[in-house]
């Protein structure tokens, strides 16, 4: 990239954010101005992206998601990080779990082998995942195939996104029909039999009607013994122009996730179980432990402006998605003289069904000096599914436990599975419906003030399918948000902020409702956090974080009472975050940070047999984590990624029992542009070959973190 390419992506950038702020009603009813019929985006264009072409390169300047309006990331006073196109195109990543290794402040959880899990701030959550702002809590891995860019929004974001989120929020934006038209084709190979094929198509039917397809292809193994995995997506996209202030927008996905559910390897004496020499071996038995889904999501988004100027921007969404996982894993530590670990099994069948309308009312005006973005809104949900767990007996022993010898811990024995009285059976249903209003006020060049209250009504009810015993529960919360921001400079921001919110009773996943859970309150967090943004250039962003996020009436096992809860337990996490994201130099880009975190136990609680103590640290949250990706234009043609990173050591979980160390991991990806058309790339993971624990899942389901892995890629644009 030339020096001259450089500041006309950072003109493109501040011309966009100029239109954006200043234009009125009359401007947004103008058409859109679309490219020529024949003029398909090429490879050198890859670099600028998004909605308006508010990314370039690693760098997102505005986005609607942290306020639900459009606004530009230095006048949020959040922190926000976001993972362009560009940047998972050059990592070569497509998981969530790897997407996200290099944002600050994020740690990914094993999840069981099924399923997306992320630790954010401290807080593990399973189910604070979106799509375009929707809800997309099913326990599934999700794939990138048809991903624009993953936003993580850090702390409580109730008044935007509703329940949980309390250490944060993932949202996907998807690829949508712009009427550019691209015709692209991603083949992707490497190691352990890695074969993937992706394909990008879009175009203008005429003038007001625009097309695009999205669609991925994936058969190949892993790292680890007998693990594979096979999936396959489509997802179509249609958008019309019905007028000069109406736009409808039709989306379709069908996808298909299946692969052998890996519980990884136990511990012994305190510590992973010789995770050197067992990076591959696999615990259990791997034809009796699979995750599968298939998910079919719809999508209808209407914007219209009405005469008024107000904006409103309405989603309807349906998504149905059939879930099953089962396990034969290590249910235990390998014993002392390291001749046995017990073996455990389960299963669970999860589907679910949701239904769910956002509406949101945009109006700008002025008051005197002041001058106002109003917003107001309201959502409709409705959550149905099953929730049915059994639990396996192995047919030699006629009990749920199996000894193997660690040296051979692969199971080839049979397995049963029952739905025993301590197992989930159940069938559930939530309605909710929120209100929700916020105030943006510019007070002069230097001065910005937001302020939004939501309050959200849950209804929820689980049956037990054995008794036919209904519980049931309803929560009216309030969730408040206040923020400031001040700028010295155009380029350079202060804020200060402070959110909260709430987790019903029934958890992330609510599938079951027992009457301990049902006279229990909800879980709150608290955020308060002060920050700084300095655009150090047009295309180059700096950020920096501190905060502090208490968790209250987390559940312990009330001991006097089976089955009820004492909520009493709390976590608190304060920490700091430094962010970097875009072009130091018209040569050099760079997306990563800095992230210090103290997640500790405030007041400790019991899970299960195990005692989790006041001071105790939180699981999977090292006190220190450090990474940065690099890419180098070395030459118009040749490009040369490097990523490092870093994390102190941490605990498998919250009892502070098995320590994990550290991680030091070196990436790098080769890129050549043959021409504007065709693109190669190789991308080798842990280049050096280091040995390390990528993730657990509890103090005997601890994931090896892979060896050097080297993947292939070609992309062609037509």
Do not use: C
Not at 499 to 511: A, H, K, N
Request: glycine share 10%.
């Amino acid at each position: 990239m030339t020096i001259a390419k450089h500041a006309r992506l950072g003109a493109t950038l501040l011309a966009t954010t100029v239109l954006s702020t200043a234009a009125g009603a009359q401007a947004l009813r103008a058409p859109r101005v679309l490219p020529p019929e024949a003029a398909a985006v090429t490879l050198d264009q890859l670099s600028v992206e998004g909605e308006n072409g508010t990314s370039v390169g690693y760098l997102t300047k505005r986005t609607r998601s942290a306020t639900k309006t459009d606004t530009p990331l230095i006048d949020t006073p959040q922190s926000v990080t976001v993972v362009t196109q560009a940047q998972i195109r050059d990592q070569g990543f497509q998981s969530i779990e790897e997407a996200l290794r290099y944002v600050p402040g994020i740690i990914p959880h094993q999840g069981e082998g099924n399923r997306d899990d992320l630790v954010i701030r401290g807080q593990r959550s399973n189910a604070d995942f979106y799509v375009n702002g929707v809800r997309d809590d099913v326990q599934y891995f999700r794939d990138l195939y048809n991903t624009q860019r993953i936003e993580v929004l850090k702390g409580p974001n109730a008044l935007v996104f509703g329940r949980g989120g309390g250490g944060g929020v993932i949202n996907r934006v998807l690829k949508e029909a712009d009427g550019v038209p691209i015709r692209e084709v991603l083949v992707q190979g490497g190691q352990f039999w890695n074969k993937r094929v992706a394909l990008d198509v879009g175009d203008r039917v005429n003038e007001n009607v625009f097309f695009r397809m999205n669609g991925v292809f994936e058969d190949t193994g892993t790292y680890r013994d007998f693990v594979d995995i096979r999936r396959y997506g489509v997802n179509p996209t249609m958008t019309f122009l019905l007028g000069p202030a109406t736009t409808l927008k039709l989306s379709y996905e069908y996808f298909h996730d299946e692969r052998t559910a890996d519980r990884g390897i136990p511990s012994q004496f305190g510590r992973p179980y010789r995770y050197r020499q067992n990076i591959g071996t696999f615990f259990g038995n791997p034809d009796q432990s699979y995750a599968k889904v298939d998910a079919h999501i719809a999508t209808a988004t209407l914007d219209h402006l009405f005469e008024s100027g107000v904006q409103m921007h309405s989603q309807v969404r349906f998504a149905d998605y059939q879930k099953f996982y089962q396990n034969v894993y290590p249910g235990g530590a390998v014993n002392a003289a390291g001749t046995s670990v017990n073996l455990t099994a389960y299963n669970n069948e999860t589907p679910r069904t949701n239904y769910f309308s956002q509406n949101d009312f945009t109006y700008k005006f002025d008051t005197g000096i002041l001058k106002h973005t109003l917003l107001g809104g309201f959502e409709l949900g409705y959550q149905e599914g099953t929730s049915m767990r059994q639990d396996g007996i192995f047919s030699t022993t006629g009990t749920q436990t199996l000894a193997v010898n660690p040296f051979f811990p692969v199971s080839r024995v049979p397995v049963s599975f029952r739905n025993i009285a301590s197992g989930a059976n159940s069938r559930y249903d939530l309605g909710l419906a929120a209100l929700y209003a916020q105030d943006q006020i510019e007070i002069g060049p230097h001065l910005q003030l937001i302020g939004g209250l939501r309050y959200d009504h849950f209804d929820f009810q689980a049956t037990d399918r054995r008794t036919n015993v209904q519980q049931a529960r309803v929560d009216d919360l309030l969730s408040p948000r206040a923020g400031v921001v001040v700028k010295p400079l155009e380029n350079l921001a202060f804020y200060g902020s402070y959110s909260v919110s709430y987790l019903p009773s029934s958890g992330d996943q609510f599938s079951t409702l027992t009457p301990g859970l049902a006279i229990s309150q909800p879980e709150r967090f608290e955020n308060a956090e002060i920050g700084v943004k300095y655009d150090v250039s047009p295309v180059l962003q700096l950020t920096g974080a501190l905060y502090n996020l208490d968790r209250y009436n987390q559940r312990l096992q009330d001991p006097n009472r089976a089955g009820f809860f004492l909520a009493t337990g709390q976590t608190s996490t304060q920490g700091a975050e430094i962010g970097a994201n875009g072009y130091v130099t018209d040569w050099w880009q760079v997306a990563g940070g800095y992230a210090f975190t103290d997640a500790s136990i405030t007041s400790g609680f019991s899970n299960g047999a195990t005692s989790i103590r006041p001071g105790n640290r939180v699981g999977l949250v090292p006190f220190n984590a450090f990474t940065l990706w690099n890419k180098f234009d070395v030459t118009r043609e040749f490009s040369l990624g490097i990523g490092y990173i870093q994390t102190g050591q941490t605990f498998a979980s919250s009892d502070d029992t098995i320590r994990l160390p550290g991680i030091t991991r070196f990436d790098l990806g080769l890129f050549y542009r043959v021409n504007d058309f065709w693109r190669a790339q190789v991308n080798i993971e842990n280049i050096f070959d280091r040995r390390y624990i990528a993730t657990a899942d509890g103090n005997n389901n601890i994931s090896p973190g892979a060896p050097r892995v080297i993947r292939f890629q070609v992309i062609a644009r037509f």
